[in-house]
């Protein structure tokens, strides 16, 4: 009877043993001769195979101590720079420094918050950064915040209260010193309470006329820039002012929309001017809402003669509706916005606007919630002014 072969039997048919190939660790090189990070082996049968090397764990205070010959608490006195009454000599000092920069040490923020230390992270909450303006609102942050040595952690809640508390719950649980909230929440109570019931530093940035209650705000002066492009338009020669406000929310204006609306409507009752009510329109914050709301203005049986949109964004929108129905700017109809976006200067013609002072806001919006964090302060409200921009899009009245 015949037995086969055990194809795992390591014998040659005279008997003789066949050779190990010994299973190697190589690194694997390219054509330049360098290592691609891989390791290499040989199989039982000779042909080469290749495993991911594992990545090395990161650095601790411990492996540092060890490097310098000190011990775990002199490097944590060091390296957070704390306090100690008897003063680290200096060659001890450099000694731990140089260690920390050889091993390329980074401290781990999360531990640090355990430890009840700053984690120099800063959360930012931003209602819709998909508005250009937004955006660049968070840019002049995270720039402030750099300055001051922190970090950004950022939240997009989509004007959804939902998403909102989620976004709170993450950055909360990444040990975010304070949280800067950026656009107006007066319609998300759940959010507001939620923020109140934590130990977070809460500062509200751009948030119109809300009142957040317990909370530092930083706002900008939406009448008095308003009043200041009104009173322009009026010794322009203009009566005939429309004004294209953002969409309503249950039935109410948000924030700066609605401060920007009340201050347009009393600059006109001040100056004893009156409009019919078709000339107030509300349109989707984006440009080609901004272009049908101006093209429905324009065709009233008696047309506005300029048009106040109550962002840039919306006022673009309605220089491309002026393009698109062949009327010349400012020649038949004079066009102004708010807030002096980038685009606004290089627009055509350069669109005359109102300008939010963004670096200032964000750097009184960041200190306030660096220095609540660090100490116990008196909520305060911040109202910055802003500053007309006279361009190109606004002049007299036209010949009629």
């Known amino acids: 009877m015949s037995v086969g072969r ?15 190939v010994p299973v ?15 390791l290499g082996g040989a199989g039982l049968d000779g042909t080469a195979r290749t495993r991911t090397q594992r990545p ?16 775990q608490s002199t490097v944590s006195r060091i390296l957070t720079g704390s306090h100690v009454a008897i003063p680290i000599n200096p060659a001890t000092r450099e000694r731990v420094l140089e260690a920390a920069r050889r091993m390329r040490y980074r401290p781990n923020p999360l531990a640090r918050g355990l430890r009840g230390s700053r984690t120099m992270l800063l959360g930012v909450i931003v209602r819709e950064i998909t508005d250009p303006f937004f955006a660049g609102a968070v840019d002049a942050i995270s720039g402030e915040a750099s300055k001051r040595g922190y970090n950004v952690v950022l939240g997009h809640a989509h004007g959804n209260t939902t998403e909102a508390i989620a976004l709170r719950a993450v950055l909360e649980t990444r040990h975010c010193d304070a949280i800067i ?11 507001l309470k939620d923020l109140h019931e934590t130990n977070v530093t809460v500062v509200g940035a751009w948030q119109g006329s809300s009142s957040l209650g317990g909370v530092t705000t930083v706002n900008v002066d939406n009448r008095a820039g308003v009043c200041a492009l009104m009173d322009h338009l009026l010794d322009l020669g203009h009566t005939r002012i429309a004004f294209i406000g953002g969409r309503f929310a249950a039935g109410s204006p948000l924030g700066d929309i609605q401060q920007r609306l009340l201050a347009f409507s009393g600059r006109l009752t001040e100056r004893g001017v009156q409009i019919p009510e078709s000339y107030v329109v509300e349109a989707q914050n ?14 009233l049986p008696e047309p506005p003669t300029a048009v106040v949109a109550s962002t840039d964004v919306l006022a673009l929108g309605a220089l491309h509706g002026a393009c698109r129905m062949n009327l010349s700017v400012p020649g038949a109809v004079s066009i102004a916005g708010f807030d002096d976006l980038p685009e606004a200067e290089y627009s055509n013609p350069p669109l005359t606007t109102v300008r939010q002072p963004i670096a200032e806001m964000a750097a009184v919006a960041v200190r306030a919630a660096i ?7 008196q909520p305060i409200v911040e109202m910055l002014s802003p500053k007309l921009i006279i361009r190109s899009s606004t002049g007299p009245v036209p010949a009629r």
């Open 6 to 20: 055990n194809p795992d039997d390591m014998t040659t048919s005279q008997g003789r043993r066949k050779p190990i």
């Open 24 to 38: 190697r660790a190589v690194e694997k090189r390219g054509s330049d001769g360098q290592t691609d990070g891989k």
């Open 56 to 71: 090395k764990r990161s650095p601790t205070m411990q492996d540092i101590a060890d490097a310098a010959g000190v011990s």
């Open 181 to 191: 909230l950026v656009g107006d929440t007066s319609d998300q109570p759940l959010l």
């Open 286 to 299: 984006n440009l080609g809402s901004g272009a049908d709301a101006f093209e429905a203005l324009m065709r």
């Open 371 to 377: 220095d609540e964090s660090d100490h116990e302060t």
